[in-house]
C-alpha cells in the first residue's frame, strides 16, 4: 500500500504560479513511476504529466507542455508538479498516483487504470 497526500491547491489569478507536492508513505517509493491527473466538474479523469522511479524520464501532455513541470525527490518522497502561466482552463482538482513500476512494458502511464494507488486530490482554481 502507498498513501499519497497532495498539497499546494489554491486560488491564483490567470498567469500566475502554482506549485503541488505530493508527498508518499508506505511502500517504497521508488517502486512506483508516478503521475498528475486533474478532474474538471463535469469532465473525466485526464491525464496531465508522469515522471519514471527514477526522476530521468517525464512526459507532459500538449495543453500544458511549457508551462507545467514534473519532478521528484526520492529523499523525500516526494513529486512535485510545477505549474506557470495558469490560465483558467487549468482550474481543477489536481491528484497524483502512483504506478506499480515492475512488469510494465513501458514506464509511462497515461490512463486511470495503470495507475494503483491516488491521492484525495487538490483544488486549483485560476481566476480570469
Known amino acids: 500500500q502507498v498513501q499519497l497526500a497532495e498539497s499546494g491547491g489554491g486560488l491564483v489569478q490567470a498567469g500566475g504560479s502554482l506549485r503541488l507536492s505530493c508527498v508518499a508513505s508506505?511502500?517504497?517509493?521508488?517502486?512506483?513511476?508516478m503521475g498528475w491527473f486533474r478532474q474538471a466538474p463535469g469532465k473525466e479523469r485526464e491525464f496531465v504529466a508522469a515522471v519514471d522511479w527514477i526522476g530521468d524520464r517525464t512526459y507532459i501532455v500538449d495543453p500544458v507542455k511549457g508551462r507545467f513541470t514534473i519532478s521528484r525527490d526520492n529523499g523525500k518522497n516526494t513529486v512535485s508538479l510545477q505549474m506557470s502561466s495558469l490560465k483558467a482552463e487549468d482550474t481543477a482538482v489536481y491528484y497524483c498516483a502512483a504506478a506499480y513500476r515492475s512488469g510494465r512494458s513501458r514506464w509511462l502511464a497515461e490512463t486511470v487504470s495503470e495507475y494503483d494507488f491516488w491521492g484525495q486530490g487538490t483544488q486549483v482554481t485560476v481566476s480570469s
Open positions: 508506505g511502500r517504497t517509493f521508488t517502486l512506483y513511476n
